[in-house]
């Protein structure tokens, strides 16, 4: 049993262009943290949550991280153990980056450290769904795979946990902005026909199976041609004030691929390396700002670790 | 430049499970040979055609070989030599084993070798879609390309001929029947809806984003788990008789998958080994025997050489 351990699980991109509810992955230097520490007052209680600007519960069954973490300690049959948790948001929500289920993976990943790793990580995710379903109504796991194993992830199944990571190219950068704008996840979900044209489905397909075979095979053309979204993304766009403006700025600045990150309203291009991805930064970031939209712009190498134990 | 050369294009399986108008694979032993003379008369003529019970015309513009090597011949300025050729129809067509494809490929393949390869084999693929085009009016590549280049290909846009090999593990195998039944292909295009579902849509993209990863990891198991059609094959089933009882004998043989060849009658499964593959083959015949439907069955690993000078 460790103390007064800290664990830290990434924010993530998912619907990764023609990925959608499919591809997401992990950056580094935003998300969650939670430490943890032994109480003598029997079972799970969250005692602070810093960065969430008081927008989330302390009760555990209906917190995010603290029901991850309670149906864990269930599992191994520890519920009566005295844990106290405290949540450090350092990232925003609401924001399209996976908020929730980086607090429902670092809530899972938080007891099995405390009990020395019980599970294997692969394990964890069915308790971070747990809470990811808690908070955004989702079955979808593109956030939490990624949140918790790192890298790029491909899930084929939500429902039984069958998910892949797909090798990515070394190099290979994310830029992400956060536009200070609200959409709400049912909003952006309620906006999508629930019907596709099969021409669109083909389209997608093909960009998909390529990305797939691109980022194996380190063909950067080949993710370049294929990071395209015909399905999800002329559909909401129109959430995003400036959307194709942004993406143009990224596209001209030399990045691979752009668009809507989840389901908004932050942004993500891929780039072949730091320089770009840091000009694509000051093209986001210049956009917005000329708009009078606030925003925060993150630029990281792919994050192949994903949850961690500081 | 050769004279008296003869030509093969194998016959292919398109729409594989979820690469629905994306993934299409190469077989040995059935396709079209051709046979190319010089001859003092001037211009390209077809002179015999067997096998194919009288069906295909003789006039160059309208068949689908003539039509693909006279493209190439007016590309190299050679309109005005005089070829005569034979086709040999190695393979039942109508049969949803890209037989217009192997006559287009064989045909442009021929030109090109007489004249001692002027052109790149992948240069070919769009002299081939001519011939294609003239026969079955579709735009799509995945017979034409895997007959031309051999192997299992994803074709992410065949207007821009932009395709790609996927390696196939050692040892995949085929087995493909054809029930002596007839559907047109326009009838099995027409029978499909235009709409897919979003869900549906998912599932698809999941399956096929997983069976690029399993084939190029050689993991059988998630070929297997992917090897589903969640959209195309439901619709398209009821145009073969006892298709579901002739895909669930191959499965219990041991088969990673079954689904309808091309816009069918044929059916194709993908075994891991040549004994399976040759069991799933007497389960095909012996399903469609006992219902009174004639059938031919072919057994046969990928065909990775694809078309080729004999």
Redesign the interface.
Known sequence: MKNGIKVFAPATVSNVC??????GFAIHGVGDEIIGKLSDRKGLRITKITGDQGRLPLEVEKNTAGLAAQRLLEHLGEAEIGIDIEIRKKMPFGSGLGSSAASAVAGAMLINEMFNQPLEKRALMEFAMEGEKLASGSYHCDNVAPSLLGGLI????SETF?V?R?YTPPGLYATVVHPNIEILTKDARNI????????G??E??????????GM?NSDLD?IK??LHDA?IEPQRAKLIPHFYDVKEAAMNAGALGCSISGSGPSIFALSPNSKIAEEVGERFKATFSKNNISNKVFVSEINNDGAVLI
């Open positions: 023609c990925g959608f509810d499919i591809l491909m899930c084929r199944d069958d892949h797909i999508l026909s629930n019907e596709v044209s099969l021409k489905m083909i997608q397909s093909g960009n998909l199976a390529s990305l797939v075979l194996m080949l041609k294929s399905v």
